[in-house]
């Protein structure tokens, strides 16, 4: 009892076990400890309980039973290695023979036996007065995928991730380029006030003419159809689903065949609300919402009821080939209607009678039933939207361009949308992500947003992240992990108290990693990692040894007296941008239009911080003058640049970075002074919302466009192109 009244508390112990951080520097280089206050409440999240030290001793004493009560844990995530795979076992220590058997992904079998007291031993262990012992069993080499592993011996079994050791690349020595966006942003003369899959497909178009070789998207998942203004992709209802918003109905085939629709859409009501969306500054959620819900449903009755069936059957077939996830995300979204139009404030599923919160009760199988037509068109939906991202994919491969479609996953789903309901157990609610206080946020931040529960998502043998990751590389040739730190860990704040009160907490790195890395390869979809902010010691150079791409915004890539670093500087395993959604605009950067909005919206901390703001930039300007000067993209004659010159003095010093990917905001082409999202505001400014101040056919003309996709594509060849440099 005195050793452990001088070492380590139980509470301590247990948060350290559940991967509760116990310190870290915080922006200013100090070390901030997580207090026992906030040990409690996220051991509590976790449902774990350690309200004293008796408690949290009993904690630790169920967890120590439980590792050794199995023979075989949840599931292992192993490297394809030259001296093949092995897994660590638990049996009695007079057990004699152990017999395995491994059922691989494709259904064949691999099987053997062993002398337990020959394996390698890791641990011992008495428990309840037996000696349990811990051995290292060899299984000899295994092929990638997801296997089976049972001990037949002890009746145990596990899930067996076999996973390569980096992620899938473009064929080396290719420097590329491309163009990002915020899809329903895009202007068109055919669009109907918000950007779509056609413009989208439009834009590939474009873009591969001039040599890019990929279009980078903001997230695609699904919103809240009843709550439209709940507009940031990146809090949304599901990451497993697409937003439909994004769907095209003129390139519906049930248009043509479609009288009723033909007609609703001709109709002089319908045109006067369509062209309200399409004249407005700002996307109109609600009433894109309205029109297109409307013109869908009478194209899904036309589908339904079609003659031939074709279409229906193609339709039945991608049903089955999503299964439950997209059945059980799709149920989700027929309750929340339905508790939305019943009773406004239960739409939130934490609000609707106890028997509907849980997916597998029998009062939600009942409502699936009864709601079988209206699941059956939430469903039809997505095939739609999927079909039409597919197509735009298909024209960048035809259009000769290496990677295609990049897509970006959030860091989680909001908290009263479908993810939380349909796979409740892995994801924690009490606890929403965020990040420290730091020199930018000097309260911290709380994005709002539950994470995924480390121990749970390992008990599932991490279907939920293989899911996501799955239904994100889909149609992609690349995928943006936002805040790729969640990897390693993630700030996690207590409900209910301050974002300072929060602490990181960790996650399995090498077997997200892994898994993330299999997925990489058999999709052919590269990885980048968005990894701005506080990143931990050595996780860059982890994600580099798995081919994950680091994310380099030039805005910020500057040495500590701050002169902008060199092109030859950034790694080639990275994507640099000049800025991103986050971010000024190089015009309102350039012009100081961020710093004027941030003071307009009160977001300073005191009186002088916007004069400091704009101290600071005129010197960050005066030094990126200067290397571009330094770097022969702008005369040597003391006069400022302006705005043409800027930008393309810019996106040629970005061309020449050894990046693998570089890539041009579409906002910079059509030259945007206002941003498309303030960060730390939600009603204050009309984030998310902000259109493109030209059509794509007018870009398509624009000769800013065509200036600096000529110097991206001198620079760094494309899709029909030449890459100079090798």
Not at 193 to 205: E, H
Not at 496 to 502: D, E, R
């Amino acid at each position: 009892m005195a050793e452990e009244q001088n070492g380590p508390s139980a509470l301590d112990r247990l948060a350290e076990r559940m991967g509760i951080v116990a310190s870290f520097r915080n922006a200013r280089g100090a070390t901030v400890r997580t207090d026992d206050a906030t040990k409690r409440s996220l051991l509590g999240a976790m449902g774990v309980k350690a309200a004293d030290e008796d408690e949290a001793r009993a904690s630790l004493d169920a967890l120590e039973r439980e590792r050794w009560l199995h023979p075989l844990p949840p599931v292992a995530v192993l490297r394809d290695e030259a001296g093949g795979t092995a897994v660590k076992i638990v049996m009695p220590s007079d057990t004699g023979e152990v017999a395995w058997r491994v059922v691989l992904e494709d259904g064949a079998e691999r099987s053997g036996q062993a002398e337990f007291a020959g394996l390698a031993l890791a641990e011992e262990h008495v428990l309840d007065g037996r000696t349990l012992q811990r051995r290292r069993l060899e299984l000899g080499a295994m092929p990638l995928g997801y296997h089976r592993l049972s001990i037949e011996t002890a009746g145990g079994a596990m899930s067996l991730v076999v996973v390569p050791a980096k992620c899938w690349l473009p064929a080396e020595g290719r420097r590329m380029w491309g163009i990002a966006i915020q899809l329903y942003l895009l202007c068109s003369a055919s669009n109907w006030g918000i950007g779509d899959f056609g413009d989208l497909r439009a834009l590939v178009g474009l873009a591969a003419v001039h040599g890019a070789d990929v279009i980078g998207l903001n997230p695609l998942h699904a919103l809240f159809s009843d709550d439209p203004e709940h507009a940031s992709p990146y809090a949304p209802a599901s990451r497993l689903l697409l937003n439909i918003l994004n769907i095209d109905i003129g390139a519906v085939p049930e248009l043509d065949r479609s009288p009723e629709a033909q007609a609703l859409i001709a109709s002089p009501a319908f045109q006067r609300q369509l062209q309200s969306c399409r004249s407005q500054h700002l996307v109109d959620y609600a009433g894109v919402t309205a029109l297109k819900l409307e013109a869908l449903e009478a194209l899904f009755e036309t589908s339904r009821g079609a003659t031939d069936g074709a279409r229906w059957e193609a339709f039945a077939a991608f049903r089955q080939r999503r299964g439950v996830v997209l059945e059980r995300n799709c149920l989700f979204q027929a309750l929340r209607e339905h508790f939305a139009h019943e009773v406004p404030p239960a739409a939130d599923w934490h609000d609707w009678p106890e028997e509907y919160r849980d997916p597998g009760s029998p009062a939600v199988a009942r409502f699936a039933e009864t709601q079988r037509t209206r699941i059956d068109f939430l469903t039809w939906l997505q095939w739609v939207a999927d079909d039409q991202l597919g197509a735009a994919a298909a024209a960048a491969r035809e259009g000769g361009m290496k990677v295609g479609l990049y897509r970006d996953l959030a860091v989680g789903a909001d908290r009263a949308g479908a993810e939380t309901w349909a796979d409740a157990a892995a994801v924690i609610s009490g606890a929403q992500v965020g990040c420290p206080p730091d020199l930018y946020n000097p309260a911290g931040q709380n994005w709002g947003l539950p994470p995924f529960h480390p121990r749970a998502l390992r008990d599932e043998g991490y279907r939920s992240f293989i899911e996501l990751v799955r239904a994100n590389m889909r149609h992609a040739g690349g995928l943006r992990i936002d805040h790729v730190m969640g990897l390693h860990h993630l700030y996690w704040v207590p409900s209910g108290q301050s974002a300072s009160a929060g602490a990181y907490v960790r996650y399995p790195t090498e077997d997200l990693i892994g898994i993330l890395a299999l997925e990489s390869q058999r999709h052919r979809c590269l990885v980048v990692g968005e990894d701005l902010g506080t990143v931990p010691e050595g996780f860059r150079e982890r994600m580099a040894a798995a081919n994950i791409l680091s994310y380099r915004v030039l805005f910020f890539e500057q040495t500590e007296s701050g002169e902008y670093l060199p092109p030859e500087a950034y790694p080639a395993l990275s994507l640099s941008v000049v800025g991103s959604h986050d971010l000024p605009t190089l015009r309102g950067w350039w012009e100081g239009g961020d710093i004027a909005l941030k003071e307009h919206l009160d977001l300073y901390p005191d009186a002088g911080e916007a004069a400091r703001q704009r101290e600071t930039r005129r010197r960050d300007q005066g030094e990126f003058v200067a290397a571009l000067r330094r770097e022969g993209l702008l005369p040597a004659d003391g006069v400022l640049p302006d705005i043409p010159s800027l930008s393309r003095a810019a996106h040629a010093y970005l061309a020449r970075t050894p990046s693998m990917l570089a890539m041009t905001q579409i906002d910079d082409l059509t030259d945007e002074a206002e941003p498309v999202n303030v960060p730390t505001t939600s009603d204050e400014h009309a984030n998310w919302r902000r259109r493109l101040s030209m059509t794509l056919e007018a870009l398509a003309e624009r000769p800013r466009f065509v200036d600096i996709a000529d110097i991206l594509r001198s620079e760094r060849g494309g899709a029909n192109g030449t890459n100079r440099h090798g």
